[in-house]
């Protein structure tokens, strides 16, 4: 826990002087029907928590810049790798109809980009306005290689809230001292879980709270009475976060890029993968107060206490004067699990005549699988076995091509798509820890989707070892959270409890510890669409699937791929 009487250094105060206030964005009109962007991928010498090392970055920045664009536009983004790492970048809740190309996920749609080699991601943002993001998706290399994605309504469309003042782009992150690389090198070596961050960030930066915090944090400037769209986004590789700004409430008006019915609140629960924008109305007297995030640990073995801070600070009020300290917001404890269910049962979708729920409600095909780890032979492992995770008892092996390539010109050989819909055996999955049956099957098993039919997908956490948090994110679609609960899904009783009129609509979920959750969406976008944890850790266990959903016809299959395509 934090003890809230906390005092700083005098310089502190003089040092943190507009660190970040220009990077407060106007809500502003974006002209022309195409945003070209040019990232390129490099390496940049970066100072944090008295330590100084290389990391992978774009442009040299860290974060890496805001993709500020409209609903509508034609996205060209021509990436570019400098880096030591071969790399590909996914645009974390872009749909990409028919255009799997542009996705990113590394031999699921795409091989990485070579070091001295280019790509072109070249994308239509279409029905989609509000916070997303853009990451690495190769390796643990988003540690660092991450932005946010800003989509803007059309000109004319009103945002369905009272329009704010000014936006921010709040990105909550990790940072680890030595090389992320050698981090993840070091759990694959022993086979078990690498140590844990060294610190949390906010817009990369870990605040006050942590060594050498001079330079390192993040400041944001705002005027009495004004109010202010908060864009928060977890890019943490293993985390999910409480959030706050002490003395003051936020109002929820957008998850994931999709409208919500608002609710006010003083803390938000965002798991890693998940975008959350709220309303902040500064009214409190002024004066200096914390942003901050924590992590809620719900494993007991897990000793991970940091927490993050930022400066929310009024216009006026002299960065000089000593005797004005933050005050931090009381978020909740760490192992509060229970804050979970409670906060995600108020996120509704707005369902209003100009941004309906289109709940599918009635179901094609039902798909039931089981989150589960598992302990393998290992001969490269100090211990001779690995920690492993899967799904329906089926660790997901990466493939040496792309899976969309492989599908697209009918190259065999690469995967199956015999992934069975149901675990290959009914148990108690949430009772006493099991630790019986700890093997898995290895192999690179997609599951075939008719086009256009929906799908409900029931994502049951299991004992198998240990329970835990798992948030899962599917590419190329959003879907509705029907439901959610603690313990067993029940097949008779808990689909009379499922919201059918205004779910949640997001690209990103939590399963909660030791419990379930349902959703459903339509296979309307033809091609090969990963779905995983989107805990990296969890991730390289083999936490991951994906779908492979058919074409429907001439103007409802795969585009053809770019000559640029990188090969592996």
């Not at 993001?133 to 946010?148: E, M, N």
Request: net charge positive; with cysteine.
């Amino acid at each position: 826990m934090i003890n809230h009487e906390v005092s700083f250094p005098a310089r502190f105060f003089v040092v943190v002087v507009f660190v970040a206030f220009l990077g407060l964005v106007s809500v502003a009109p974006i002209e022309g029907r195409v945003k070209k962007y040019q990232f390129n991928i490099q390496m940049k010498n970066v100072s944090r928590l008295c330590h100084t090392k290389s990391i992978v970055t774009v442009n040299g920045k860290f974060p890496g810049p805001t993709l500020r664009v409209r609903e509508g536009q034609r996205v060209i983004i021509n990436v570019t790798n400098y880096a030591n790492y071969n790399m590909s970048i996914h645009w974390h809740g872009i749909k990409q109809f028919r255009n799997g190309w542009a996705d990113g996920p590394a031999y699921i749609t795409q091989c990485p980009i070579q070091t001295g080699n280019s790509y072109v991601y070249d994308f239509n943002v279409t029905g989609q306005r509000g916070t997303l993001w853009w990451h690495a998706h190769i390796l643990w290399l988003r540690a660092t290689v991450y932005g946010a994605i800003v989509i803007l309504p059309k000109k004319g469309t009103p945002f369905p809230f009272p329009r704010p003042d000014k936006d921010q782009v709040v990105m909550l992150g990790e940072w680890w001292n030595k090389d992320v690389e050698e981090i993840e090198n070091q759990g694959n070596k022993i086979g078990l879980a690498p140590n844990t961050s060294d610190a949390h960030t906010i817009n990369g930066k870990p605040g006050p709270l942590f060594p050498c915090f001079h330079k390192h944090t993040f400041a944001m400037e705002v005027e009495q009475g004004k109010t202010y769209l908060l864009r928060i986004i977890n890019a943490a590789l293993n985390s999910e976060l409480f959030f706050g700004v002490a003395g003051h409430n936020m109002t929820v008006v957008e998850i994931d890029a999709v409208y919500t019915k608002p609710f006010t609140t003083s803390t938000i629960l965002i798991s890693s993968g998940q975008t959350t924008t709220v309303l902040v109305k500064a009214n409190q007297a002024p004066g200096k107060y914390f942003m901050a995030a924590s992590p809620l640990i719900d494993i007991p073995f897990v000793i991970d206490n940091k927490t993050t801070t930022a400066i929310f600070q009024y216009k006026g009020v002299s960065v000089y004067d000593n005797n004005v300290i933050p005050s931090l917001p009381n978020l909740p404890s760490l192992n509060d699990s229970s804050f979970s269910l409670t906060y995600n049962r108020k996120l509704k979708s707005l369902n209003s005549k100009h941004f309906p729920a289109n709940v599918p409600l009635k179901v094609d095909r039902r798909l039931f699988y089981t989150i589960g780890f598992g302990l393998n032979p290992c001969r490269t492992c100090t211990n001779g076995t690995r920690l492993v995770a899967s799904l329906n008892n089926i660790t997901f092996e990466m493939p040496q091509v792309g899976l969309l390539q492989a599908h697209y010109f009918n190259q065999t050989g690469v995967f199956t798509t015999d992934f069975p819909d149901r675990p290959p055996q009914a148990f108690n999955y949430t009772g006493v820890p099991l630790t019986g049956n700890l093997r898995t099957v290895e192999a690179t098993r997609l599951t075939k989707i008719r086009f256009n039919s929906t799908v409900e997908l029931v994502l049951q956490d299991t004992n198998m070892i240990i329970a835990e948090t798992h948030p899962f994110h599917l590419h190329g679609y959003n879907f509705f959270v029907m439901g959610s609960g603690i313990g067993n899904f029940d097949p008779r009783k808990d689909p009379r409890r499922y919201n059918v009129v205004d779910p949640p609509e997001r690209n990103t979920v939590g399963v909660p510890n030791g419990g379930w959750t349902v959703i459903r969406f339509r296979a309307d976008n033809p091609g090969v669409w990963f779905m995983h944890c989107h805990l990296e850790l969890h991730t390289g266990w083999g936490l991951k699937t994906a779908f492979l959903v058919e074409d429907g016809g001439p103007n409802w299959s795969v585009l053809p791929p770019p000559k640029d395509l990188p090969s592996c």
